[in-house]
């Protein structure tokens, strides 16, 4: 039998945390190996692990995988939460890459300089209210069935309710008005694998501090 998917970043959120989520969803057990110093990068860089000299990284069925969005295809894929057919596959592309520009804009929110933050926070609200999350809401009014496609669980499902939590983190009242994404939160939040991971003391990650963020700068070199 094959070991569990070990998983190479820094101890943050990043871009690592919405492939945690997806193992956790699909009930996947995996481990985490943390970069602490510019020097373990430079190892993994070194032995020919990252492809691009990028993290994150997943060991994975003796593969190692990079870029973010492949390593959550394979997963979804592996763990059937990737449509049953090709048109499925294309909605729920279309509904993640919607999701992956709201949460890049959050992504990157920590480390906007101080002057330019608050500009940006109001754009994400805005986004958020005006164009994500009604998009979402629209998808789920028009079928009326629990998930976005095929009324089956899918990465769409596990990384729209990931983003959520992150937006309601920023302001809890943006979801105010969009009563069928809160139903899919709680709905994605009660399948006893997402629970698990919900609690405190699971893999999961806080939101970025200063702290992780002078670590992500000494890891990448960023200063
Ligand atoms: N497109 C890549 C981007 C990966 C990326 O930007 N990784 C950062 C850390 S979050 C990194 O390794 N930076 C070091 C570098 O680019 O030299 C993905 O989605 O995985």
Do not use: C
Not at 111 to 134: C, H, M, S, V, W
Request: glycine content about 4%.
């Amino acid at each position: 039998m094959a070991g569990k998917p070990k998983l190479h970043y820094f101890n943050a959120r990043g871009r690592m945390e919405s492939i945690r989520w997806l193992l956790a969803a699909a009930g996947v057990e995996f481990e985490e190996k943390f970069l602490q110093t510019p020097e373990d990068l430079d190892k993994l860089v070194n032995d020919g692990s990252l492809m691009f000299q990028q993290v994150p990284m997943v060991e994975i069925d003796g593969m190692k995988l990079v870029q973010s969005r492949a390593i959550l295809n394979y997963i979804a894929t592996k763990y059937n939460l990737y449509g049953k057919d090709i048109k499925e596959r294309a909605l729920i592309d279309m509904y993640v890459e919607g999701v992956a520009d709201l949460s890049e804009m959050i992504l990157l929110l920590p480390i906007a300089p101080p002057g330019e933050k608050d500009a940006k926070l109001q754009l994400i609200k805005q986004k958020t209210t005006n164009r994500y999350f009604p998009a979402f809401e629209k998808v789920l009014k028009s079928h009326g069935q629990d998930y976005l496609v095929g009324n089956k669980l899918s990465k769409a499902d596990i990384q729209l309710v990931e983003l959520v939590y992150y937006v309601e983190e920023l302001d809890s009242s943006l979801t105010a008005n969009f009563p069928l994404l809160k139903a899919l939160k709680a709905r994605v939040s009660n399948l006893p694998t997402v629970k698990k991971f919900l609690q405190p003391g699971s893999q999961r990650k806080p939101p970025m501090d200063e702290e992780s963020l002078e670590e992500a700068r000494k890891i990448f070199r960023l200063k």
